[in-house]
């Protein structure tokens, strides 16, 4: 059995700052309040609530006068003024590709565009960038831009983390409706899109494909699709705990790719696993 791992995969440098940024408060400010979990990895969680890190999902929850961290998704100015408003302290660790994301919409916005954001509506990341405008809609598949009125002025923008091929599906689909101008700025992030090239090239090489990552992790959730989609048989997993021996058989080639919030020991450690377990005889279990 041989065991292929993607040229680029895991932590980005806006999730490692983001935990940074964490650490350092936690020993800065004792205790220190989340909004949402700080990544989609429930081991490095984990181990930041033990430190002190609590999550919660309002700044209403937040006792007044604490710290509280944005997440690397980062939030809408509301959030900002709610903070304000009850004498936080605030570390902001969200992505400053995230950002950016956010400075161009509110300029569409301010230049009389309707805007339009391909992402997904429940997450957070797209729920922040909303905030930053006026006249903004999120589209995320076909059926979102049915009976849509005609915009004579569009601007688009999208969610950092999709892949090249579902923006540019979508943007085909919303110059289908028709406008007078259009005004398209990628807000990808390069890390992203490198993880999905190197997660495609190595799908096509193996038997089976090990995505690694939380379940409810936007990008890890299209790393799997993509793998999926080059029709190998794609496993979405957070880590060895989930493996089944049935999941490799029959196949000589396994790869292994992982998703923005997963640290490389997990990675090591499902190599591991699967070395340990074909010394085994496969477990012995299939004979």
Same mark, same amino acid.
């Given at each position: ?100 994301? @956010?400075?161009?919409? @509110? ?68 110059? %289908? ?18 993880? @999905? ?89 299939? %004979?």
């Amino acid at each position: 059995m041989k065991i292929l791992l993607a040229k680029k995969r895991g932590f980005c440098p806006g999730v490692q700052h983001a935990i940074d940024m964490a650490k350092s408060a936690l020993e800065t400010y004792g205790i220190v309040y989340s909004l949402g979990e700080i990544i989609h990895n429930q081991q490095v969680v984990s181990e930041l609530t033990n430190q002190g890190l609590k999550i919660v999902e309002s700044v209403d929850q937040v006792p007044e006068g604490a710290t509280v961290l944005i997440r690397s998704h980062g939030v809408g100015p509301a959030v900002f003024q709610q903070a304000r408003e009850r004498n936080l302290t605030v570390v902001d660790a969200t992505c400053v590709l995230v950002k950016r994301a @956010q400075k161009i919409v @509110q300029q569409l916005d301010e230049s009389g565009y309707q805007v339009m954001v391909i992402g997904d509506p429940n997450h957070p990341e797209v729920r922040g960038i909303v905030g930053y405008a006026q006249h903004v809609m999120v589209v995320n598949n076909e059926s979102d831009l049915t009976n849509i009125p005609k915009f004579s002025k569009i601007g688009i923008a999208a969610q950092t983390t999709l892949s090249r091929a579902h923006l540019a599906g979508m943007v085909a689909k919303i110059i %289908e409706n028709g406008f007078n101008e259009i005004r398209l700025v990628s807000t990808l992030c390069e890390q992203a899109v490198g993880r @999905q090239l190197s997660a495609v090239e190595l799908a096509k090489q193996v038997d089976v494909m090990f995505v690694l990552g939380g379940m409810h992790s936007a990008n890890t959730r299209e790393l799997a699709q993509l793998s999926s989609s080059c029709g190998t048989r794609t496993y979405h997993l957070e880590n060895f705990t989930g493996f089944e021996p049935g999941m490799i058989r029959g196949a000589a080639t396994i790869g292994i790719t992982a998703g923005a919030s997963t640290p490389e020991n997990i990675v090591q450690e499902f190599v591991s696993g699967l070395e340990k377990y074909e010394k085994m005889g496969r477990g012995g279990s299939e %004979e």
